[in-house]
């Protein structure tokens, strides 16, 4: 099975701010990568689909990269309504679908 | 719009069977572009991808749980639905149903909670 590792587990941030969440898979994915915003008590709502490729609707603050093992998911300037739950999910060819562990994104 | 609704019990007894039903409106269940997956979420844990269904009937779940679950589509109905054997309270959760284009999940059910206890 294909391991994810997401960091950090929990980040605090002020408004403004550029911030970084990483995922890094235990074998090659391709682009194979997408990323979640969930807030409390709703359903998870998806960003960034194939690394990079922005959903339709989603605010352009909101950018993915990478490829292969390594991604990243960038907030390039954090608004209050953004303090969420994140996740990565990546798909392999078994096929299997596997979510990061979360980082839970706080307003400092 | 297309949107997602769970339905079915909010408390299954343990050795029992989990049953759900999603019910799609404002779209077809049986377009050729989509997959429908169920997708689950222990209480304040991460989200644990369940299985997927395409209308024609083909299935593939997660290997943890593919002993225990048996997904279908009803597509008279406009709906597909989860059926989980065997439940113990690791099983309480909320399940969401979402549909599934190509690898992502880009739209979500609001999410059932069930809970396992006697």
């Known amino acids: 099975d294909i391991q994810m590792t997401q960091s950090p587990s929990s980040l605090s941030a002020s408004v403004g701010d550029r911030v970084t969440i990483t995922c890094q898979a235990s074998q090659d994915i391709s682009n194979y990568l997408n990323w979640y915003q969930q807030k409390p008590g709703k359903a998870p709502k998806l960003l960034i689909y194939?690394?990079?490729n922005l959903e339709t609707g989603v605010p352009s603050r909101f950018s993915g990269s990478g490829s292969g093992t390594d991604f990243t998911f960038t907030i390039s300037s954090l608004q209050p309504e953004d303090i969420a739950t994140y996740y990565c999910?990546?798909?392999?060819?078994?096929?299997?679908?596997?979510f990061g562990q979360g980082t839970k994104l706080e307003i400092k | 719009q297309l949107q997602l609704q769970e339905s079915g019990p909010g408390l299954v007894k343990p050795s029992e069977t989990l049953s759900l039903t999603c019910t799609v409106s404002?779209?077809?269940?049986?377009?050729?572009?989509?997959?429908w997956g169920w997708i689950r979420q222990p209480p304040g844990k991460g989200l644990e991808w369940i299985g997927s269904i395409y209308y024609s009937g083909s299935t593939y779940y997660n290997p943890s749980l593919k002993s225990r679950v048996t997904i279908s589509v009803d597509t008279s109905k406009n709906q597909f639905s989860l059926k989980l054997s065997s439940v113990t309270a690791a099983d309480t959760a909320v399940y969401y149903c979402a549909r599934q284009v190509v690898a992502a999940f880009d739209i979500w059910g609001q999410g059932t909670m069930v809970t396992v206890s006697s």
């Open positions: 404002g779209g077809s269940i049986s377009s050729s572009s989509y997959y």
């Open positions: 194939d690394a990079s």
């Open positions: 999910q990546q798909y392999d060819n078994l096929p299997m679908y596997t």
